[in-house]
């Protein structure tokens, strides 16, 4: 059961760099989410979509894009990175609506901006 | 804005001690809290709570919920050294708000 899959696991950027991050889930989950963590921060959504081919804000969503052109993949993306970006990325996917609130974690993304 | 606040941020107790973990939440649209434990990598899920006074429980852990008094408490008896671990709340619907964490140790 692979369940939901990040990659890559560890990067390391520069200022200035771009980058993309995959999640992948196998679950046939509806919705999905980028959250980062950062220490005394707890987990704050970044963005965030309810089906294929629609994309949300979340709380914290400045310097990131996102696209869900499949349904079992949810990319973040970093177009110009920023030290104020290192952190530890999760992707998370739950059923629907009607599974109210329980998520599926990666194993989450280390990103250190240089 | 959503808020939710853990207390405490964290602690260190002996094996076979309770803790007691809270939660307090404002949220704009709250349908579900759930507890989620996290060690090295990913939060793992524990409970979803949904309904005020309804103890939930899974073997040493157990978790209630006060809608009215907008919080939440995770009890964890006969405490291991398995146990240390970041435990998160999260509150609100089909985006969840999450807590800055309690970071329990439990030394031997």
């Known amino acids: 059961n692979a369940g939901v899959t990040q990659t890559p696991k560890f990067r390391v950027l520069k200022t200035g760099q771009s980058m993309t991050l995959l999640c992948a889930q196998d679950?046939?989950?509806?919705?999905m989410y980028w959250y980062r963590q950062d220490p005394g921060m707890g987990l704050r959504l970044i963005h965030y979509?309810?089906?294929?081919?629609?994309?949300a804000k979340g709380e914290v969503p400045d310097g990131y894009n996102v696209s869900r052109l499949k349904k079992q993949n949810f990319l973040l993306g970093l177009e110009s990175a920023a030290p104020s970006q290192t952190s530890v990325y999760f992707c998370?996917?739950?059923?629907?609506?009607?599974?109210?609130?329980?998520?599926?974690f990666g194993e989450g993304s280390r990103l250190t901006v240089l | 804005e959503d808020k939710v606040v853990q207390s405490p941020l964290s602690l260190v107790v002996h094996e076979g001690d309770t803790v007691t973990l809270n939660c307090s939440y404002e949220v704009t649209n709250f349908r579900s809290l759930l507890w989620y434990k996290q060690e090295k990598k990913a939060p793992t899920f524990l409970f979803m709570l949904t309904s005020s006074g309804i103890e939930k429980k899974s073997g040493r852990l157990s978790s209630i919920l006060d809608k009215k008094e907008l919080f939440s408490i995770l009890n964890i008896t006969a405490t291991q050294t398995g146990d240390s671990a970041v435990y998160l709340c999260a509150v609100g619907d089909y985006k969840l708000s999450f807590g800055a964490g309690t970071t329990v140790t439990v030394r031997a």
């Open positions: 679950m046939n989950h509806e919705y």
């Open positions: 979509s309810v089906g294929e081919g629609t994309t």
């Open positions: 998370a996917s739950s059923r629907d609506i009607s599974n109210t609130g329980e998520l599926f």
